[in-house]
Structure formats: C-alpha cells, structure tokens
C-alpha cells in the first residue's frame, strides 16, 4: 500500500460494510463465499487504491468482491454447486456495467437480517451470526460479547453458515404471514446490535456510530414492515430514545459522562419526539407490558425530565419492577436495584445488590461492580467502594468505561 490512510478503508467498511454484504449474498446465494470475497476485495483496496481513492468506495468493493468470488467459483472445477451458481451469474462482467446505486437494494439489509435470524438456527448462532454478517464485527468481538473463547466462536458461526447452505434457506424478506413468528428473533438481534454499538464491549471508544446507525435503520424498516406491531414501535421508540442521548455520553475526551451528569441540551430534541411518539404508539397497539415496550417507557421517563434532579425514579424503579416480571434477567434486577437506590437511597439499592451478588451470575460483569461501587460511595463506605471499583476495572474491556472508572478510584482517595 502506498499512501492509503487505512482510516479511509476501515471507514468505508465501517460505513458501508452490511450493504456489501448483503448485496454480494443476493447474488452469490452464499454467505462463506460473500464473506472471503470481501477480504479479497479489501486486501486488493489496499494494494490499488493508493492516493486514488474511488468516487464510491462501497461499489468498487461490491465489484471488485463479486470478480474475486466469480475467480473462487471458476477454480472450484470439483464444486458442482457452485458451477450452477455461476451459470446463474452469466456474464460477470455485466456488474461492471451496473450503475452504483443499482448494485445494491434496499431491503438487502434487512433480507440478510431475516436470513442470520432464521428459525433454524439456535438463538445465540442467529445473534452471532448477524454481529458477523450484518455488523461486521470479528470473530474475536463476537467472542468477547458472548464471553466465549474465540475457536468456539469461529466453530459457531461455521455451523451456522452450514446450515443455511445445506438447507437451502433463501436470501428473502418473508411473507407477511411469517412475520409474526419470526419478529421476536430479530427484533433481539437488532436490539443486541444497537446495544454493541452504543456501547462497544472492547476497543478504544464507547460508541460505534455506524452499528447504532444500522440499527436504527433495521428498526425503522421492521415498523414498515409490521407496522400494527407493538413490539417494533417498541423497539423503535427505545432505540430513538436512547441513541438521542448519544452526543452527551462523552466529554472532549472521549471519556464517559454519566446521565446523572450529561448536559441534556446536547440531546437530540427531535429524535427524542419521535422516540417519546413512538412509545404512546407502541402502547396502544400492545401488548403494553412488551419487554422494548416497557424499556422504552423508562427511557421516556428520562427523556421527559429536565435534569437528573427531576427525573421520577419512582416511576422508573416501578417500570423495571413490570420489566422483571415479564422478562426476567439478572441485568434487568441489577438496573432495578439502581432505580431503587436513586428513588429511596442506597441501602435498599445495596440490599438488593447484594442478593443478587449472593447468587453470583454477575460477578463477570463489569456495570454490577461499577453500580456497586457507586452505591457504597454514596452509602459512605469508601473501602468497600474501592473494593467494588479495583474489581470493575480488572473486568471492563472498553478503554473509556476503565478510564471512568479508574478516576471514581482516584476520587475515591
């Protein structure tokens, strides 16, 4: 490479990386091949690209992925199957003669949702496949997330990319009829890939802006596509409530600003009337006590409140107490002992933590000892405090979130 920014391909990967994906699939009926297409093609920007950096950096990879994957057919002479694919394909140089914006679809994104996200597939494969396919995240991301060593990871995502190949399970938005039985699913796997871009489990910022972008998108198209879905609205309603905080998460540099904290003039107002719109629609179509539902209406209570001061941690603390019953998880009574702390002060929030710490599911994860920590600051119990933080930190894997947290240990003292 000569003179390449590698910024400039890792952003346009970044940006446009699910749109590649999902174009070269449609084409290519295979999402393995799709997959080393794209390493090739960028491997080949790399090499080529130098000071000249295409007009439109998605559609040369498209192109250049789609030769690479033709050049993979044609040497796979024993590969019958693929033989046929490539009789399909034709001519392949009449993708060069495509126009960029007719390379790609606009529900290709969602197409290739609908596919990582098919019935066959255990549950925790159709999330990790989407972070892989549709998110572009590494394997090794994707292993950090699901806490599992990464050949195990790799091995996961080799199956399911197996079973969708053996199967036959076509590239397809589904028909109405199949919505229905399938949402749940996908609205999980969109809700846990807002959730990695919002807040990235390893690296060296908080926010990936791209993922938190795709996701809103892959909501916004699910709401056109069951639009008498309450759940969607609910999806949608808490995903714009949550990202319209995303500008005051962090300082200048690019360090953690709690909400307690943040200055809310920095809050995106009008995503934040859709967000609070959204909520009063998903609430009317139902079920009302929907678990994004409900997440959404406590991030409606948030989003109504002028300052921390004012925010009505009754309310919310109630909210997660329905969230608990409908959805059970020890993160949802962890943020309900959080809620409880802040509406009736830290010892009852303390209690509640330490019954759930008695039970020891989250003594891997980094918010549990952080929220902790903070409870028995406020409790006035500093070396327990620390005791709780010096654990946060030897577990958190995000640079910003350790640095927030080893400045509440220097305050602390």
């Known amino acids: 490479m000569t003179g390449l920014p590698s910024s400039v391909l890792s952003r346009a990967y ?10 070269l699939v449609r084409r290519l009926h295979d999402l393995d091949l799709a997959e080393d297409a794209v390493q ?3 491997v080949a920007a790399l090499e080529q690209w130098g000071e000249n950096v295409p007009n439109d950096p998605a559609a040369w990879l498209v192109r250049t992925a789609f030769h690479k994957a033709v050049d993979r057919i044609r040497r796979s002479a024993l590969d019958r199957d693929k033989r046929s694919v490539l009789a399909e394909l034709a001519d392949a140089d009449a993708v060069d003669e495509l126009p960029a914006e007719d390379l790609f679809q606009h529900d290709d994104p969602l197409r290739l949702v609908f596919l990582c996200c098919h ?3 255990p549950f925790e494969s159709q999330v990790a496949l989407t972070l892989r396919t549709v998110s572009c995240l ?16 790799a091995q996961r995502l080799a199956r399911a990319k197996a079973k969708i190949r053996d199967a036959g399970i076509p590239f ?3 028909e109405a009829s199949e919505v229905d039985e399938r949402i749940d699913a996908v609205l999980s796997v969109v809700y846990l890939v807002f959730n990695e871009g919002y807040a990235v489990t390893a690296g060296q910022t908080l926010v990936r802006e791209d993922l938190c972008t795709e996701a809103l998108r892959l909501a916004r198209l699910l709401v056109d596509l069951a639009p008498s879905s309450g759940p969607c609205a609910g999806l949608r309603a808490l995903l714009l409530l949550t990202d319209a905080r995303r500008a005051a998460r962090v300082d200048e540099h690019g360090d953690v600003v709690l909400l307690e904290d943040q200055d809310r003039t920095l809050w995106n107002r009008e995503q934040t009337e859709r967000g609070l719109a959204e909520v009063e629609r998903a609430i009317k179509l139902g079920p009302p006590r929907h678990p994004y539902t409900l997440q959404a209406a406590i991030a409606g209570v948030h989003a109504r409140s002028g300052s921390a001061s004012e925010t009505n941690w009754h309310e919310i603390a109630s909210l997660y107490e ?28 303390l209690r509640r933590l330490d019954a759930l710490a008695a039970r020891g599911e989250l003594d891997r994860e980094h918010l549990f000892h952080a929220a902790r920590g903070d409870l028995l600051h406020r409790a006035g119990k500093p070396s327990e405090a620390r005791a709780a933080y010096e654990r946060a930190v030897a577990l958190v894997t995000n640079a910003p979130e350790r640095r927030f947290l080893e400045r509440r240990l220097r305050e602390i003292g």
């Open 119 to 121: 019935p066959a597939l």
């Open 40 to 42: 090739e093609a960028l």
């Open 14 to 23: 970044r940006e446009h990386g699910v749109r590649i994906h999902a174009a």
């Open 172 to 174: 397809r938005t589904p």
């Open 138 to 153: 590494t394997t090794a991301e994707i292993a950090r997330a699901f806490l599992v060593p990464e050949a195990t990871m």
């Open 322 to 349: 329905l969230l608990g019953a409908v959805s059970p998880s020890p993160i949802v009574e962890l943020n309900h002992a959080v809620a409880v702390a802040m509406a009736s002060g830290p010892a009852e929030g």
